[in-house]
């Protein structure tokens, strides 16, 4: 579904049938210690970058809102890690280095490659 910010994303939801105002983040509402969303986070949000450049079945994405600049700007936090070796992922755009299951590939990956 599509963010505010234009983005395409499976973890945001939004519902504005018949006069109904309703939007969430799921990935945000998984996380125990993280602040409120708001969709004015989505205009920086990481995870639908993630999730363009990185189509692995195996990455699990853990996110939460945090204050930044002495509590005067929030941020969403992204940590990645893989379901497979069950190991973090210091980049998630990238995959998992142990386990070297770097991505599916996705649509950006189809070019067509000189041999």
């Known amino acids: 579904m599509k963010t505010p910010a234009g983005k395409e994303c499976k973890f945001y ?3 504005f049938h018949r006069g109904r105002n309703v939007q969430s983040c799921r990935l945000i509402e998984r996380s ?3 602040l409120p969303w708001q969709p004015g986070l989505c205009q920086t949000c ?3 970058d993630i999730l363009r450049a990185n189509g692995s079945d195996t990455l699990v ?3 939460k809102v945090v204050k930044k600049f002495f509590g005067f700007k929030q ?3 992204v940590e990645g890690w893989c379901s497979e070796c069950f190991s973090a992922v210091p980049d998630p755009k990238r995959g998992c280095p142990n386990c ?3 991505h599916h590939p996705s649509i950006f990956d189809l070019e067509e490659r000189p041999d």
């Open 75 to 77: 941020e969403v936090v």
């Open 100 to 102: 070297g299951i770097s």
């Open 13 to 15: 939801f939004g519902d």
């Open 61 to 63: 994405l853990d996110g």
């Open 32 to 34: 125990k210690d993280s």
């Open 46 to 48: 990481p995870v639908p």
